[in-house]
């Protein structure tokens, strides 16, 4: 009888299936992705102890950017530092760090350049650290000189948002309401994702936070929380992690009440 041999089909190249076909002729292979991606949902106690490690190990890295910002500092170059600092605590970054300058704020998949920081822009960096195989996911905003009214105004509105989407957080909440909840408090869409599960890879189990997202909130669950406003001059984001306990939602990382002037 042909034995039925199960893989992560996820992470399989073609190539690789070729081979194990060859080799072992008589074997049927079976997708069970699926149910390894959902054994990831719910996480252990030394899963969580990785996480906090890797969301504090981050959150130092994240006080010493705005003395990483000179007047000659370019995007590519910031994004060095972060990764040299990630690389001295012994950590890799979950994900190739994400720096914005000034107009390169308000993309949200920015591609690091040779832009140069300008008086009065915004510094956008989304960065994280993986601390033995586990991620965490921080996205930090500051400013070059003196921030304007606007500037002030906005970074405020997605503190608000992100304080009370997390204060929703606990066991059995839908998702959605979430993101409802942020988005009435910034007063505008979030044209992204508010968050999203974090673990083995920087976006894990359970999935994206947004409007029509079908899934509830489970205690040891770890997330990241992000709201997001992006103007036609500049843009601001501000990510924190964020474990599930039965009592509520427990910060991992702590975002600046307001915004860091460097």
């Keep these: 009888s042909r034995k039925r041999v199960g893989l992560n089909f996820s992470y399989l190249t073609a190539g690789q299936l070729q081979t194990l076909k060859k080799n072992f002729p008589t074997a049927r292979f079976v997708d069970v992705s699926s149910a390894l991606y959902a054994g990831r949902d719910i996480k252990t106690r030394e899963e969580i102890q990785k996480i906090t490690e890797a969301a504090k190990i981050s959150q130092a890295i994240s006080k010493k950017i705005p003395s990483m910002v000179t007047r000659t500092t370019t995007e590519i170059q910031l994004a060095a530092e972060i990764k040299y600092a990630l690389s001295k605590e012994g950590c890799e970054e979950s994900f190739p760090t994400i720096v914005g300058f000034g107009k390169n704020s308000t993309d949200i998949h920015h591609f690091d350049g040779n832009k140069k920081i300008q008086k009065g822009e915004n510094v956008l960096v989304d960065f994280g650290a993986k601390y033995e195989g586990y991620c965490a996911d921080l996205s930090r905003t500051f400013c070059f000189g003196n921030a ?100 509520g939602g427990k910060r991992i990382s702590f975002a600046p009440k307001r915004l860091i002037e460097i």
């Design 148 to 247: 304007n009214t606007n500037q002030l105004e906005w970074y405020g509105k997605c503190f608000d948002a992100q304080t009370r989407a997390i204060e929703m957080v606990k066991p059995s909440v839908h998702v959605r309401h979430l993101m409802e909840v942020a988005e009435k408090t910034l007063g505008r869409k979030i044209p992204h994702a508010l968050g999203h599960g974090i673990g083995l890879e920087v976006h894990d189990v359970p999935g994206a936070i947004h409007a029509k997202a079908e899934w509830t909130l489970k205690e040891n669950q770890c997330l990241a929380i992000e709201p997001g406003y992006y103007g036609p001059r500049f843009g601001i984001r501000i990510e924190d992690d964020v474990i599930v306990t039965k009592s």
